[in-house]
């Protein structure tokens, strides 16, 4: 990450912040290709970018925000010749530094200009936030546009006087587009005060294997009051556009993922109790699995090991599923699927305009198990709820074009999942390697062991997660099976579209009385609450469908 300047203040504690995270280990020299990946830099059309990670720290303040620990605003340094600041960095003190900001290069001509004036937004003279340990204030000011030219960031200073016009640069309207806040980094959070301050991190609006917005790395400050509306219109800043998308000049080629996949590639470790074990595919339609047509269910068809004879496209309309083998022995080996000849499926997608990419790792479980809901100090098993055949689940790392760093992590987990950015993560001993663990009958991944409750503070369904000799190396086994850059042959069974289970074939208000029945008491009362506010993806009331039909396919991770 480089060196960061010493701080100008006299610091008391520690703080994260004030250690510089890096990678666990070394990054490799990046396989050559034609385009930009891993330059330092990425074509925008005529607006020229490079990424910068390392900073001068302007201001900090002890308190507020995550945690309670405050927050530290830095400008991008040493900014490269010919490239301008378009805006301020800021991170909440709660983790090591590891931010980035991008800086411009106008190769066009009159793509960027310099503000007419600044707006101060915010200053500490008058705050609460007031940093004991320091002699400087902090202000933070919104830069001013000329006409048909937006701004990108804000500046923040240590003292009163206005910054330099040429202090940083704005861009003209059509190499930009609308953005949303992300993420609080600091301030007053949801408390209505006037002139009190929220900072947040910021995002392109629209995100997606076809959307053109580009994150700048800086983020936005608003002022909040009894009447501040937080909607999108009243948004005073916004991020980049690539004008250049179509080409992917930025993404990486197949060599280079391949070497990215190698640095990264989780490892999933499985609860030491887990009966329902991943497979391939292949595996999973060759020992088997059947597919099955409406109007013919006395008549299923076996499914060819490279799903060739499944039914291409289509809408999901309920006319064909797959199911287990009907034998019982055959069944009962499905079930338990293939740890060791297990295989991982890799959609390469370039993300917030190409200056990202996001390798979604896709893993396929033939048989989901049932769950158990925790009711206050009572385990109690579901029975057949939670029960589904054919389950897909996944982990996406999102990787810079810029320079082949990994970025966040997105762990999905049931119907949603988290992002973490890098150094939250674990990583496996001595390797970039990204460490997940997959929870016990319901396979949701997530990115520490332990037990993480779906429902109320102590009553919901379990996901347990444990280190065990059970472990799914990605890296080890895994295709590519789409990338958007690339011509990829897709396999047949990506663009199967119906369900991969048949509808569960009993009755879910039977199975919640037969569980009831066994219950007294407290422990009834607090059951039927669980049964009340858990989502139906819970109950796994039909079988899912595959990974293309997920609206993260095309989108964002939500």
């Not at 396979?443 to 000799?469: E, M, Y």
């Not at 850059?485 to 074939?505: A, C, F, M, Q, V």
């Amino acid at each position: 990450m480089g060196n960061c300047i010493p701080s100008l203040d006299k610091e008391t504690k520690s703080l994260p912040i004030d250690t510089i995270f890096k990678l666990p280990s070394p990054l490799p020299k990046w396989p050559p290709g034609t385009g930009d990946f891993g330059s330092g830099h990425v074509d925008l059309g005529g607006l020229e970018v490079c990424q910068i990670v390392t900073f001068n720290k302007v201001w900090a303040t002890d308190k507020g925000g995550p945690d309670n620990l405050g927050a530290t605003f830095y400008e991008p340094s040493p900014i490269p010749d010919g490239f301008s600041m378009f805006g301020c960095y800021c991170q909440p003190n709660n983790q090591p530094l590891f931010g980035w900001v991008l800086v411009g290069k106008d190769n066009a001509g009159e793509i960027l200009k310099n503000p007419v004036d600044y707006t101060l937004v915010w200053s500490s003279e008058s705050s609460r936030f007031k940093n004991k340990n320091s002699i400087h204030h902090g202000y933070i000011w919104l830069p001013t546009p000329p006409e048909d030219y937006k701004a990108l960031g804000h500046v923040v200073t240590a003292s009163p006087e206005k910054p330099s016009l040429d202090k940083i640069q704005c861009v003209r309207s059509d190499l930009t587009d609308g953005l949303e806040v992300e993420n609080w980094i600091w301030g007053q959070g949801t408390t209505s005060n006037a002139n009190g301050i929220n900072i947040h991190s910021i995002r392109p609006r629209e995100r997606g294997i076809k959307a053109q917005g580009v994150s700048v790395g800086t983020f936005l400050a608003r002022i909040t009051s009894d009447k501040d509306d937080d909607s999108n219109s009243t948004l005073s800043l916004t991020c980049l556009k690539n004008n250049k998308f179509g080409t992917f000049s930025s993404m990486p080629n197949l060599s280079q993922i391949q070497t990215l996949f190698e640095q990264y590639s989780p490892l999933i470790y499985f609860h030491p109790k887990e009966k329902y074990l991943p497979s391939s595919v292949n595996w999973h339609f060759a020992n088997g699995a059947l597919i099955y047509q409406k109007g013919q269910e006395s008549n299923p068809s076996p499914i060819e090991p490279n799903g060739s004879n499944l039914p291409q496209g289509g809408p999901n309309d309920g006319a064909y599923w797959l199911d287990l083998p009907i034998d019982e022995k055959d069944k009962e080996k499905a079930i338990k699927g293939d740890l060791p000849n297990s295989e991982v499926y890799l959609h390469i997608k370039p993300m917030l305009g190409a200056t990202f990419t996001d390798i979604a790792v896709w893993i396929f479980h033939p048989f989901n198990g049932p769950g158990t809901a925790k009711l206050g100090l009572i385990d109690v098993p579901l029975g057949k709820i939670g029960e589904h055949i054919g389950d897909w689940e996944h982990v996406t790392l999102r990787i810079s074009n810029f320079n082949g760093v990994l970025h966040k992590a997105y762990f999905s987990e049931h119907s949603g999942g988290t992002w973490l950015d890098a150094p939250s993560l674990e990583f496996q001993k001595d390797s970039n390697k990204v460490v997940a663990y997959s929870s016990l009958n319901g396979h949701a991944i997530f990115p520490k062991a332990g037990l993480v409750l779906q429902g109320a503070v102590d009553i919901g369904i379990r996901n347990d997660t444990a280190k065990s000799n059970l472990v799914l190396d990605c890296g080890e086994s895994y295709s590519i099976v789409a990338a958007e850059n690339l011509e990829i042959i897709e396999p047949p069974w990506l663009n199967y579209t119906r369900e991969w289970g048949p509808k569960i074939s009993y009755t879910l208000g039977d199975e919640v009385k037969k569980i009831e029945s066994l219950l007294k008491g407290n422990l009834k009362g607090a059951f039927e609450k669980l049964v009340k506010v858990l989502p139906n993806e819970v109950y796994g009331e039909e079988g899912p469908t595959g990974p293309k039909m997920k609206g993260n396919w095309n989108g964002d991770e939500v």
